[in-house]
């Protein structure tokens, strides 16, 4: 399906959910897809509820595929959040 006609992004495989949360610890790895080798976008903090954490939206524009994280190291937080 193009991605104009999508309407609900893809999530991550539990793999390919794996290796993003281990690039978001890591200090010198590249912020890219594992699917596809493009770079991932940020997106967020979006609210969780009554609970006072925060989600973040890891998503891969190409790939139309997201992953929502809790906990997103300051380095990879986009500028004034």
């Known amino acids: 399906m193009p991605p104009e006609q999508r309407d609900t992004p893809v999530t991550f495989g539990p793999d390919e959910a794996q290796q993003i949360r281990r690039i978001l610890t890591a200090t010198d790895a590249e912020f890219v897809c594992p699917r596809c080798g493009s770079g991932l976008v940020i997106r967020g903090p979006v609210g ?12 891969c524009p190409p790939c139309y595929r997201s992953l929502y994280v809790r906990d997103l190291p300051e380095s990879h937080r986009p500028r004034g959040r």
């Open 48 to 59: 969780s509820g009554d609970s006072n954490q925060f989600v973040w939206e890891v998503r």
